[in-house]
């Protein structure tokens, strides 16, 4: 395989501080503001100057209840906004917190449909949700964000691969795949050689759905759906920009960070804020960041991910439409949290700073390997000891190894002393099971 060092559309920016405002002169972007004009006149209709979020009978609805949409509604509950939750258990971290909750499977057209009908505006916390169901909703009038095309082609990562190379967007090179066998065949043919990166088009988050495959025998357990195979890109560094853009195309980033893996879980340990790059690298990422979003026409938060190549390219890697894992540091380090922001630009009010009060490093508490069952959180009183230490507990009843429990922030001036903290932090807590 070969490596697409694709050249960036022309574009021209100017900046203030975090404030990247994007001026778009390629072909391309002028379709993409074209359809942003669109999406004001909509924004006019649904969101016009007296529509009051705070304090009245508006009703925010939130597909999944998990940990990104426990942390969200700390944020609704700051503006009392009201909001109605669905999510497939009747445990989720997030039903303590919303002011109406609804057990149900988000992949199910008339179980997510009848809940639009119950809310004033709908948001998501996962990706996996009936896009069926999103869309008629929206064709009804209701405001869904992000929009359901926009999430469509954000779910089959085939689709977002293929979406990235229209827009010439940099990203390691791919083939799609629409069965596993035809990915075998490919390889015994010679038509792709390893090492390769093999990722589940669908239903693939926090590690699960990538695999590295270094031989005919890393397949072993994989499923048979639709797959991609992705070239390994020897890389630095993986790092992310969270975009905030709202529906009437105000746009924010927030400061690039460095994310530390797992080696065998390909999970997220550490995210470091800021990412201990150059300036002209970490400006380059920004820029690169906000292209994409506006190429999506998004609106909420992007994630967006990316690798830091061995010869300083950036190309994407892939990109998540809602809160992220590498905004969790915002809370505490951040004038406006990520989940703050999510929640000004869908509802078109003015973005929040998204510069940092100090360095921010964030811990991810997984669960521990060998434990499966109700959980037990060790040591926490230790680390609380510590100074800018700020645990957050997701309130899932079960731990599993890997699975995301909890997180960490550590706040300091100092980046390096946050990274020796951050290790203390790791070697201390324990997410484990009687
Ligand atoms: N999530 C969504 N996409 C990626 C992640 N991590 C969060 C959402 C979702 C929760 O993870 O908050 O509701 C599901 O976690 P689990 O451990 O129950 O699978």
């Not at 089959?156 to 990915?183: C, M, W």
């Not at 994630?303 to 061995?310: G, I, S």
């Not at 190894?401 to 932090?425: Q, Y």
């Amino acid at each position: 395989m070969t490596t697409r060092y694709n050249k960036l559309s022309a574009f021209s920016y100017y900046r203030k501080k975090s404030e990247i405002k994007f001026a778009a002169t390629s072909r391309k972007s002028k379709i993409v503001n074209r359809k942003s004009t669109l999406l004001l006149i909509f924004a006019s209709q649904h969101n016009n100057t007296n529509m009051n979020y705070f304090s009245s009978d508006f009703k925010l609805g939130i597909l999944g209840g998990g940990q990104l949409g426990k942390m969200l509604l700390s944020e609704t509950r700051k503006f009392d906004i009201q909001t109605y939750v669905l999510d497939p258990s009747a445990e989720a971290p997030g039903r303590i917190a919303c002011n109406y909750f609804e057990q149900g499977d988000l992949m199910d057209f008339e179980t997510v449909y009848r809940f639009g009908k119950k809310v004033n505006l709908l948001t998501i916390e996962i990706e996996n949700v009936n896009l069926d169901a999103l869309q008629k909703l929206e064709d009804e009038g209701l405001p869904v964000y992000p929009s359901p095309s926009t999430l469509k082609m954000i779910q089959n990562k085939g689709e977002q691969k293929d979406f990235y190379v229209h827009q010439s967007i940099p990203t390691a090179s791919h083939e799609r795949f629409t069965h596993i066998e035809a990915l075998k065949t490919a390889i015994k043919n010679e038509v792709l050689e390893f090492p390769l990166i093999w990722k589940s088009a669908r239903f693939g988050y926090d590690g699960k759905g990538v695999k590295v495959l270094r031989s005919m025998d890393d397949f072993t357990g994989l499923p048979q759906g639709e797959c991609i195979a992705e070239e390994m890109i020897p890389f630095k560094m993986e790092l992310a920009v969270i975009v905030a853009r709202n529906v009437s195309g105000e746009i924010k980033t927030y400061p690039v960070v460095e994310m530390e893996f797992h080696p065998e879980a390909n999970q997220v340990e550490y995210v470091i804020c800021p990412a201990r790059i150059p300036e002209n690298i970490a400006q380059k990422a920004r820029e690169i960041a906000l292209q994409v979003s506006q190429a999506f026409n998004h609106v909420g938060l992007l994630a967006v991910e990316m690798f830091l190549t061995n010869d300083d390219e950036i190309l994407i890697n892939e990109v998540a439409p809602r809160p992220h894992n590498s905004g969790h540091y915002s809370i505490e380090a951040s004038y406006t949290s990520q989940f703050e922001n999510h929640i000004r630009a869908i509802l078109n009010l003015p973005l929040g700073n998204t510069d940092s009060k100090a360095a921010g490093i964030m811990v991810n508490l997984v669960g521990e390997e060998g434990f499966s069952g109700p959980v037990i959180y060790q040591n926490i009183e230790n680390i609380l000891a510590i100074n800018g230490v700020t645990p957050h507990i997701y309130g899932k009843k079960e731990t599993r190894p890997f699975r995301k429990m909890g997180h960490v922030t550590i706040v300091n001036e100092d980046l390096s002393k946050a990274r020796k903290i951050a290790e203390e932090v790791k070697n201390t807590i324990r997410v484990i099971s009687n």
